[in-house]
């Protein structure tokens, strides 16, 4: 069994591996049309850079964290080669561990489970939400602690890009919105 790997015990009892646990998960489905777009849009997301999609998976980073992160180059270079090189990091790992889940009957998905909060500012709206992965072998499933992250839509919920909260996120905010509104994302 593909699973195995991650440890049976002297019982044989399946033990996931750390930051794993056993069950199914279900993505969240949204209460109303703008959480239901969304969540459309950060599966198709997460689809396109699960099998390595990036003329796809671009048209969902936020325009502000290209800025931001421009500023990490020793040159002036294009947002195109930001968007490639952070593509090229990320992409090749999905890639590469799709690949070897799918040799060995595992089917990877990464799902919105939760959200957690939304802040509306003018015509910008920000969702901070929870995913998780889940592999699938057949016989068992299992899902992974979740990770927030944030969708930020600037035209009222129709389009989204997203960003993985991480130390950055409220540096990037800080160019587009006041410091109330990154408060209330950020959950201080």
Not at 98 to 122: A, E, F, W
Request: glycine share 6%; net charge neutral; aromatic share 12%.
């Amino acid at each position: 069994m593909p699973f195995t790997a991650y440890g049976q015990n002297s019982n044989t009892k399946r033990v996931p591996p750390a930051g794993w646990h056993i069950g199914e998960k279900h993505p969240f489905q949204g209460r109303n049309k703008i959480e239901q777009n969304m969540l459309g849009q950060i599966m198709t997301y997460n689809s396109a850079l699960l099998v390595g999609d990036v003329a796809n998976a671009k048209r969902y980073v936020y325009q502000d964290a290209i800025t931001y992160y421009k500023k990490f180059y020793p040159t002036v270079v294009p947002d195109e080669k930001v968007i490639s090189d952070f593509f090229k990091m990320f992409s090749k790992d999905y890639v590469s561990a799709m690949n070897t889940y799918r040799k060995n009957g595992i089917d990877l998905r990464i799902i919105p489970c939760n959200i957690q909060r939304q802040v509306t500012n003018g015509n910008s709206i920000i969702i901070v939400f929870d995913i998780v992965s889940v592999m699938d072998d057949g016989n068992i499933s299992i899902y992974s602690d979740p990770e927030s992250t944030i969708g930020i839509s600037l035209n009222n919920g129709t389009n989204w890009s997203f960003l993985t909260m991480m130390e950055e996120v409220p540096n990037i905010l800080r160019m587009r919105f006041s410091q109330s509104i990154i408060n209330e994302v950020m959950g201080y």
